[in-house]
């Protein structure tokens, strides 16, 4: 079954500027959901260099480093740091889903063919019962 992802704003027309990302197999009983916030980082400063952060993010995707006599550079800078972290963490989440969604699709196929498997020896019984009675 696919993994459906959806954002979603808990906050409309409220600036809240908080985020859901629910992620479920289809269909799905119960929804997994990945909450993040693009609020500002505890420690307020920047990180220095933001490559060394984010290996794992393409060079596309770095946060560039920011001009240091804009404080709106350093806002954009900050919150897209932030975004990469959560980005890191939703990639993270979604590895470990992926992975438990590997687990129960082996589980179901083993699940499968035991039942298979009890259904043919449930019809062999049947006829052995059936030639014992004649």
């Known amino acids: 079954m696919p993994l459906v992802l959806q954002l979603e704003d808990p906050g409309e027309g409220r600036g809240s500027g908080a985020h859901m990302l629910s992620a479920a197999r289809v269909p799905a009983d119960r929804p997994v959901r990945i909450a993040f916030s693009l609020g500002q980082a505890s420690d307020g400063a920047p ?29 954009v800078f900050k919150q897209h740091c932030q975004i990469a972290e959560e980005y890191h963490e939703v990639r993270k989440e979604i590895a470990l889903l992926e992975e438990r969604k590997k687990e129960l699709l ?29």
Not at 57 to 73: A, F, G, T, V
């Open 47 to 75: 990180p220095e260099d933001p490559a060394r952060l984010f290996p794992e993010l393409d060079q596309q995707l770095q946060p560039l480093p920011p001009r240091h006599d804009s404080l709106e550079s350093m806002q």
């Open 106 to 134: 082996a589980k179901l196929a083993q699940a499968e063919e035991e039942k298979v498997d009890a259904a043919q020896l449930a019809r062999e019984f049947e006829a052995l019962t059936e030639e014992n009675r004649t």
